[in-house]
């Protein structure tokens, strides 16, 4: 007799559904098997756990006993959490996209018992509604099209698989030689070529941008830190205008957590005000750095909006220390609901009367914080309030008669007043994985914003939680995916050692460290093994599973950029380096062939996507144009044990608005600092006491050393 076997599982997202009437099965042989056996259609649904889509889904259909008893009659059911499995996620999702043009969470896919899709959707109500059809019609016309149209149901999904594979086939190196009639080439060429298509992409991001809400296209809004980081760094006054005026609306709206840090995961309108709540590691530690690089560019032009922007950005890393963070293993969690106690936003939002009893006999600040958090009697969200602050603060003190200090100091006491009330509310739940994927682009943005902020602290937080990675994650010399409390496990996709080699890129570049050298070495030969067509040159997402029916790529650069993004700049950046400072004899030939070869993989399986749709590949233009010229400003360091994350921050804050794009990095390898002892590097005395030289270098060679940055002039 079947039975729901998640139980055993330890994902949250599964076990959040143990107890469903639903004969779940967990993604694996046994129910692969039940369905060949059985000759039934697989119901394959897909999801996470703080996707509040998928919560309604739950508690409408997969609770619901009459709906249970037909999929358990009818189907092979299978629950899949798309955050510890992004393969199968990846495969299913484009074919429901080509079936229907649209996808999300939660994703419902309909399979033959060989794992090939013939009908998928997202959510899907109990009774129908707007036109769409109840999850019990769609199930009853599934199964019915399945059991009397196998041979149609076997062409149409011969042909949906067949369309995936030739997808994944799309990017091959291999092909793109054939295409451009070229066998030699290599990163360079490609690079020439991409030129144009950097500047289309500049182009349409500047079409696409909302002048007046922030961000690019309309409702709902997704911060999208790919295409913002593009703006930001470019060299057109008026994107950069438009990169620090998303930030700024950003962080006023209501899509940021004002009483505890953080921004969530989108805004439903097209102005930040009401968010879609949940909050992913991945949204806020890839727009931490942006935040911090925004201070550092607008300082001198516009110091209180610099200062606003360094606080937001250090708001976003107290908010991950302090609720994200998991103390067994001092790594991250992935997520936080967007729902507690059952409902969307109830943790967040605040009756007018609840707001007013934050405050109590306090009515000078009560009647401060109503104004200033613009909190109604009819709110703004089904009648509660979603706090808000104020864009322009000058303007708010002007019309409320305070001083900039008055409103600052008032604005601190009642965030503390309201942080000491909400923490007495039912939290959004948890989802307690750490994924090495979202740790690694952690690590990246922490240690990023360390330098552009000078902040010792952060430098320290990054570098232990990479030593905390390789004791995770890292077991016989290979990498795995997840880690839930017990071990790790789920072999490593080609996003976690993307990200991880960014991260130790950025560490090594700093730290100087030569066993950091030895991992990127190690994570590069682990890419080739497990991910690398050597044949047709191809990056795929994943290892060939015998699970899988087809082996996705993700050459795109989306919510999240892609790993081919990642592999591309961090190779691209060590070896220039390498270069740079004559340390070229640290690499065997076949090393140095091998960093390469991946390199010229990972930007060439972009080609094509990039041709056609710029802005997919948002993050890779940005590195392709860095590498037009490879500048590197070299810290020459004059002492063994030199400490010089100032004088890095120093070059930043110098040299952020250059025209040439460039990197920096010390001028030491040493073997003091080891993958166990990496965050010893941010003990080190701080200050400018110490002298340190500065060189320029570009693939054309290195200026002599100077200790004055005025007199180094970025070519």
């Known amino acids: ?42 119901f394959l649904s897909i999801g996470y756990s703080s996707c509040h889509w998928c919560h309604v889904m739950a508690h409408e259909s997969f609770d619901d006993k009459e709906t249970a008893d037909f999929l358990n009659e009818n189907f092979i059911n299978i629950k899949v959490d798309r955050e510890e499995r992004p393969d199968i996620d990846e495969i299913y999702m484009e074919a429901v996209q080509l079936m229907t043009k649209h996808g999300g969470w939660p994703l419902n896919v309909f399979l033959t018992p060989d794992l090939k899709p013939f009908y998928g959707g997202t959510y899907f109500p109990l009774e129908g509604q707007y036109g769409q059809p109840s999850f019990k019609d769609v199930l009853s016309a599934i199964s019915k099209f399945y059991d009397d149209n196998k041979k149609d149901v076997e062409e149409k999904s011969s042909k949906i698989l067949e369309y995936l594979k030739e997808t994944s086939r799309s990017t091959s190196l291999l092909k793109l030689e054939q295409k451009l009639e070229d066998n030699a ?56 205008a438009h990169a620090l005026s998303t930030l700024k609306k950003i962080s006023c709206g ?41 201070s550092c560019i607008i300082k001198d032009e516009n110091p209180f909006l610099a200062t606003n922007l360094k606080e937001a950005a250090i708001n976003i890393f107290n908010y991950l220390e302090r609720d994200l963070k998991c103390t067994k293993c001092d790594l991250y969690f992935s997520a936080e609901d967007a729902d507690s106690d059952g409902e969307e936003g109830l943790f967040y939002t605040f009756f007018q009367d609840e707001f007013f009893a934050v405050f109590k006999d306090n009515f000078e600040l009560r009647d401060f914080a109503i104004n200033f958090f613009k909190v109604t009697l009819n709110g703004n969200f089904d009648g509660t309030n979603i706090l808000t602050i104020p864009e322009d603060l000058n303007k708010f003190c002007k019309e409320n008669n305070l001083s900039l200090e008055e409103a600052i100091q008032k604005k601190t006491e009642a965030l503390h007043f309201l942080f000491k009330e909400r923490e007495k509310r039912i939290r959004p739940a948890l989802d307690t994985k750490c994924l090495l994927s979202w740790n690694a682009l952690a690590v990246t943005g922490i240690l990023q914003t360390s330098i552009y902020l000078n902040n010792n602290d952060m430098l320290k937080v990054s570098l232990k ?49 030569n066993a950091l050298l030895k991992e990127i070495l190690n994570i590069v030969k682990c890419i080739h093994k497990n991910f690398v067509d050597p044949i047709e040159g191809i990056l795929y997402y994943s290892s060939h599973e015998e699970d899988l029916v087809n ?17 591309f700049c961090s190779i691209t950046k060590v070896i220039a ?3 740079a400072t004559d340390k070229y004899n640290l690499l065997s030939q076949s090393e140095h062939k091998m960093l390469e070869s991946l390199a010229l993989i990972a930007i060439s399986n972009t080609v094509a996507l990039s041709d056609n749709v710029p802005i997919a590949c948002a993050q890779m233009l940005q590195k392709v144009k860095w590498f037009e010229s490879k500048n590197i400003i070299i810290v020459n360091e004059d002492k063994e044990n030199f400490a010089h994350l100032e004088y890095f921050h120093k070059i930043y804050s110098h040299f952020l608005m250059s025209k040439s794009k460039y990197f920096i990095a010390g001028n030491q390898l040493n073997d003091k600092y080891s993958l166990e002892n990496i965050s010893e590097y941010s003990k080190q005395s701080m200050g400018l006491n110490n002298k340190a030289s500065f060189s320029y270098c570009n693939k054309n060679g290195c200026q002599l050393p100077t200790d004055n940055l005025s007199e180094i002039t970025i070519l």
């Open 1 to 42: 007799m079947s039975e729901n076997k998640l139980n055993k599982e330890t994902s949250p997202y599964l076990l959040q559904h143990k107890d469903n009437p639903v004969n779940w099965f967990p993604w694996g042989k046994e129910a692969f098997n039940q369905a060949k056996q059985k000759n039934k259609p697989i």
């Open 577 to 579: 380096w390498l270069g």
């Open 551 to 567: 082996r996705p790529t993700k050459p795109e650069d989306n919510v999240i950029y892609s790993s081919h993004s990642a592999i």
């Open 465 to 513: 939680k990479l030593e905390n990675i390789f004791n995770i994650f890292k077991i016989n010399n290979e990498y795995l995916h997840t880690y839930n409390g017990a071990a790790a496990k789920i072999n490593a996709f080609a996003d976690d050692l993307g990200y991880l080699l960014e991260a130790c890129s950025e560490a090594l570049l700093l730290t100087g460290s």
């Open 185 to 240: 080439l290599n990163t360079e060429k490609l690079v020439e070529n991409l030129q144009n298509t950097y500047h289309k992409l500049i182009e349409l991001l500047e079409i696409d941008a909302d002048k007046i809400n922030g961000g690019f296209g309309r409702a709902p809004k997704f911060p999208q830190p790919s295409k913002l980081s593009a703006m930001l760094f470019s060299n057109n006054k008026s994107n950069i």
């Open 254 to 294: 209501g899509i940021t957590d004002h009483i505890g840090g953080g921004i969530s995961r989108y805004s439903v309108d097209s102005h930040w005000l009401v968010p879609h709540f949940e909050k992913m590691l991945y949204d806020n530690a890839q727009i931490l750095p942006l935040y911090a690089a925004a």
